[in-house]
């Protein structure tokens, strides 16, 4: 089976003069093509680091990860991948359509078409109003939208997605929620971070739950749904196996 | 190499707009002009090596 992305037992420490701790433990993971899959877990459990491991932003302590059967420090690799971060802290004083203007040129694209794409992208996001407006300007949620966008630009056939609805409003949750099942529809396969169990619900195909830096679960959404009858949401059992992991 | 110019290109986008530089600048221009025109401890010699590095364009 080729998997998308694939992680071996990986551990993630940090470190520094009085400050130790192992933020991942032995996290095994593997994701198929044309995959949703939902990373939950609470807060400080993990999500962001294990998502920076991925893009080697950390270096990881031991263990391996694989992306498309490459090491992830391929430029090759990295050129197919999108990433939306948690904290979107881009330039204040450039508009969206510069800043996405510049990630085209690091993908080589050419000035006409990278054009077009951006347009297209705003489109997507709900955001050709304020296209030239500088960022010191926005909120949160607009910041969320660009940085959504920047994700995209590349057409990327790993899509990693970190809280990508926190400080949305329900409208553009609703359009991050059809742009992941759109993209799903191309076959692209989409990694992404949450503790929206709602959202999660009605896009993911799996999910993995993570607590403290260890994997509890991974289970498909259709199972959880169907073994937990009619009365259990995904809510009651992520509660459920968070409570129950006591380490 | 066309990543770091257009890093660099951005960057400095950025530092013109955001109008930090401009104080800097406008600081180090007052600053220059008191030093040019200070009378060190009224010595006459230091006036006259002031000149002819050309720091002080009121002296002759
Ligand atoms: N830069 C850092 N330095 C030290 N410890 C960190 C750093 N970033 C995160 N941690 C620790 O790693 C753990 C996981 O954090 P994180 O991955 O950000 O959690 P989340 O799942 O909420 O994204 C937390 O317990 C946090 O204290
Ligand atoms: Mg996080």
Known sequence: ?247 | MKIIFLIALNLLREIFRKKDLYVLIIMLLVLMSYLANAAFFGMKHIYRYLNELRLCPGLN
């Open chain 1, 1 to 247: 089976m080729n998997y998308v992305l694939e992680l071996n037992s990986l551990c993630v420490v940090y470190k520094s003069n009085n400050y130790f701790k192992k933020a991942i433990d032995q996290l095994t993971l593997k994701i198929v093509r044309g995959e949703v899959f939902g990373f939950l877990g609470p807060n400080g459990a993990g999500k962001t680091t294990t998502i920076k491991s991925i893009f080697n932003f950390l270096p990881a302590a031991s263990g391996q990860i694989k992306i498309f059967g490459e090491p992830s420090c391929n430029y090759s690799v990295r050129a197919r991948m999108g990433y939306m971060p948690e904290i979107a802290n881009y330039y204040w004083y450039l508009t969206p359509r510069e800043l996405l203007r510049m990630y085209a040129g690091f993908f080589g694209m050419k000035k006409h078409a990278a054009d077009k794409k951006i347009d297209y992208l705003f489109s997507l996001v709900g955001m050709q109003a304020e296209a030239n407006v500088w960022m010191k300007n926005f909120s949160k949620g607009m910041m969320q939208k660009v940085s959504l966008a920047q994700s995209l630009i590349n057409d990327p056939d790993l899509l990693i997605l970190d809280e990508p609805t926190s400080g949305l409003d329900p409208v553009a949750r609703s359009k991050v929620r059809d742009i992941i099942k759109d993209l799903k529809k191309q076959g692209k396969t989409i990694f992404f971070s949450s503790h929206e169990l709602s959202e999660v619900e009605l896009v993911c195909d799996r999910i993995g739950i993570l607590n403290k830096g260890t994997l509890v679960k991974t289970d498909k959404i259709t199972d959880i749904l169907q073994q937990k009858g009619n009365n259990m949401s995904l809510e009651r059992y992520f509660l459920d196996i968070i409570t129950r992991d006591k380490r």
